[in-house]
């Protein structure tokens, strides 16, 4: 069993998913993982790969989120490490998996960050090109932006990684900002 790669997390997301909304979130989720795996001084290839995968089996099981993940990963050969941080991430809402490491703690985090971060870039000309925590923070606030996104999940991560919420917010949108194209987040034509 070898580490997780972005080659074979790509081969197996493509295997349960379909939708185009999935794969920009993978993708966005990943990006931000391989920003705080740089933080942590630990292998961003591995980590972005573990933030690709993490909803393997959302498009099939949205309502049994992460319950068709373990086997089926450990039967494609992931590696455990990659496993139990999928698992963590849905903590409390889907799984009883609670975030131990650093990698586990950052997926839990971002997760929900990345989409508020990507919410927050579309309302903006120069989407994530010029976007700053800043802006994100104050749509944060207003419970009303984005409403399906759990800050209560995002401020239960940044206590655990023992972060302050605009670091790993900075962390995230440079980490989203080298996808911003693939993301469809880029500045847009006047």
């Given at each position: 069993m070898s580490q997780l790669t972005m080659e074979r997390a790509r081969e197996l997301l493509a295997a349960t998913t379909t939708e185009s909304h999935l794969f920009e979130?993978?993708?966005?989720?990943?990006?931000?993982?391989?920003?705080?795996?740089?933080?942590?001084?630990?292998?961003?290839?591995?980590?972005?790969?573990?933030?690709?995968?993490?909803?393997?089996?959302?498009?099939?099981?949205?309502e049994e989120h992460l319950r068709h993940t373990e086997q089926p990963l450990r039967d494609a050969g992931v590696d455990e490490t990659a496993i139990q941080a999928i698992l963590a991430h849905g903590w409390g809402l889907c799984s009883d998996v609670q975030p131990e490491s650093?990698?586990?703690?950052?997926?839990?985090?971002?997760?929900?960050?990345?989409?508020?971060?990507?919410?927050?870039?579309?309302?903006r000309p120069g989407g994530l090109s010029d976007l700053e925590a800043s802006s994100v923070k104050k749509k944060?606030?207003?419970?009303?932006?984005?409403?399906?996104?759990?800050?209560?999940?995002?401020?239960?991560g940044c206590q655990m990684l023992g972060m302050d919420l605009g670091d790993v917010i900075t962390l995230c949108i440079e980490g989203m900002r080298a996808h911003m194209d693939e993301l469809g987040l880029g500045p847009r034509e006047g």
């Open positions: 979130h993978a993708i966005g989720v990943s990006a931000a993982m391989g920003a705080m795996a740089r933080h942590f001084g630990q292998d961003p290839a591995y980590w972005e790969a573990v933030g690709y995968l993490h909803d393997y089996d959302y498009e099939r099981f949205p650093e990698l586990e703690k950052s997926l839990f985090t971002v997760d929900e960050l990345t989409g508020l971060i990507a919410a927050t870039a579309r309302m944060f606030k207003d419970k009303r932006f984005a409403a399906k996104i759990d800050r209560a999940v995002i401020t239960q």
